[in-house]
Each structure stands twice: as structure tokens, then as C-alpha cells.
């Protein structure tokens, strides 16, 4: 998945030269968070958020600010081809809520942490139908594939496989998304086999 595919490309931007007020009246009007602020040929010159535009507000009513005054001039920016987990890292890391995608200057669209988190829990079938059940395994290398096994012989369909943390170092939990199925059949199946179902839901 690439930033491309779940970016948002209908976007609001604003001028550098507009005001304070404008800038929160746009926010308001659209219900979002930051703006990107382009110039007349749609090129990032800078980027702002609801909280820059709310700390320089009362500044704004003693002197004539604009845009340009408190935006960011440099900001992250994501190109449209990124690898969606590598936008996602940058926002984590840099503790931001989104990133304007550009290429060759021109804005194309902003990847948000909703778009991503949309993005994810449509690749982890979570909006479907299903089931889910977590098992804990051994690290061996066969684990997986014996567990995956014990789940396909119960006609159970995977949507998908997550690997969750564990605090024991010589166990893993996976994660199985499963297509709507008769989910304590399945954790029978894997008890019999020998692992340890945490959890489960039908």
C-alpha cells in the first residue's frame, strides 16, 4: 500500500497572505484540523494547524498577522509513492497529525492519521464480517505454518495474520482474522493441537 492509494485528494488549502480569522473560518466550515497553504500554481509553500491558528489568535486582534506569520515554511511532506507504513513511522515519529503529499512542488493530496488508520483496518479486515482468534505459539519456525494448518482443516477462511507483542520472550501471539465461522470449533482444533488460544471472537 502506497500513500497514493488512501491519501485525501479533495483538498481545502488557503493563501499566505490571508488572515488568521479566514484561516480558523475555513477550518470551522470544512471541520479539519490543518490547512495546506499553496500558492496561484497549487505549489506547497507551507502548512498549518488548528493549534498554530488558535495560539496566534489574540496576537492577531492587536496586530495584523497573516498566514505567512505563523506557518510552518518547511514542512514533512510525503511523496505519493511512499510506502504507507513509512508515512505512518514519519507521523509517530515527528508527532504530527498529517503531511501534505507533493511531487515536483505541486500539492496532490494530505495522508492523515485517520486515512491511515482507515488503510489498516481495511487490510485487517476488521470492517467485514469475521471473526477473530489470537493463539500463542513456541518461536520454532514450523509454529505458523502448523497453526495456519490446524485453521484451514476446520474450513476456516484467514483474512488475515497480525503478530502481536508478547512479554515472553520464547513465545509468540498471532492474530488471526477470520472470515465468519464457527470460532470455538477452530479453538478446539488448535487447543487439541497443542496451543494456547488467548482469546477469541465470534
Not at 480569522?21 to 506547497?44: F, G, K
Not at 510552518?72 to 509517530?92: F, G, K, M, N
Amino acid at each position: 500500500m502506497i500513500v497514493r492509494q488512501w491519501m485525501t485528494k479533495d483538498i481545502v488549502t488557503i493563501s499566505r497572505d490571508a488572515s488568521i480569522q479566514d484561516a480558523l473560518a475555513r477550518m470551522r466550515q470544512h471541520s479539519i484540523r490543518h490547512l495546506p497553504v499553496v500558492d496561484r500554481s497549487n505549489q506547497l509553500v507551507g502548512w498549518i494547524s488548528d493549534a498554530d491558528l488558535r495560539g496566534a489568535l489574540i496576537a492577531s486582534m492587536l496586530e495584523e498577522l497573516t498566514v505567512q506569520d505563523i506557518m510552518i515554511h518547511h514542512p514533512h511532506t510525503a511523496p505519493p509513492d511512499l510506502p504507507l507504513e513509512d508515512a505512518a513511522r514519519l507521523i509517530l515519529e515527528k508527532r504530527i497529525r498529517g503531511l501534505p503529499v507533493v511531487e515536483n512542488k505541486k500539492l496532490l493530496g494530505i495522508i492523515t492519521v485517520v486515512d491511515i488508520l482507515s488503510a489498516f483496518i481495511t487490510m485487517m479486515g476488521m470492517l467485514t464480517s469475521s471473526s477473530r482468534i489470537d493463539v500463542r505459539s513456541p518461536t520454532q519456525s514450523t509454529a505458523l505454518d502448523e497453526i495456519t494448518r490446524v485453521i484451514q482443516d476446520t474450513q476456516a477462511e484467514i483474512i488475515s495474520i497480525c503478530h502481536l507483542p508478547s512479554g515472553e520472550v520464547e513465545d509468540r501471539v498471532y492474530s488471526f482474522r477470520l472470515n465468519k465461522c464457527d470460532v470455538d470449533a477452530v479453538a478446539q482444533a488448535l487447543r487439541e493441537a497443542g496451543f494456547e488460544v488467548v482469546s477469541s471472537i465470534s
